[in-house]
């Protein structure tokens, strides 16, 4: 079975950087075909689609959001990260690291609250 884990501080300060790191079990982000991706929800909002890192290593970022956020993997502990720079209270949001398989989201890890707040 794959399992995916969000990890994160919870509280950020406006104009900091949000760092998340998704942990994989059962699976190798290495592994075709499959995309590893952070999607967000804010709250009262539906999701939001943040970007991914495929197999191969190659990332795709959301137009809206490319400027600020970067998206990166260690193989070695089987872990891909999530960067969110200059972050405001919009960003509040709980965030996600779903596994994408073909064209679905088939594995979810439980999401984790981060709220932008001085």
């Known amino acids: 079975q794959v399992q995916l884990q969000e990890s994160c501080p919870g509280l950020v300060k406006p104009s900091q950087t949000l760092s998340l790191i998704c942990t994989v079990s059962g699976s190798s982000i290495t592994t075709n075909p499959y995309q590893w991706s952070w999607v967000r929800q804010p709250p009262g909002k539906g999701l939001e689609w943040i970007g991914y890192v495929q197999f191969s290593g190659d990332t795709y970022i959301s137009p809206s959001l490319k400027s600020r956020t970067s998206i990166s993997r260690d193989t070695a502990k089987n872990e891909f990260t999530l960067q969110l720079r200059s972050v405001t209270p919009e960003d509040t949001a709980v965030y996600y690291c779903?596994?994408?398989?073909?064209?679905?989201?088939?594995?979810w890890g439980r999401g984790t609250q981060v709220t932008v707040s001085s």
């Open positions: 779903p596994r994408v398989s073909r064209t679905s989201y088939d594995y």
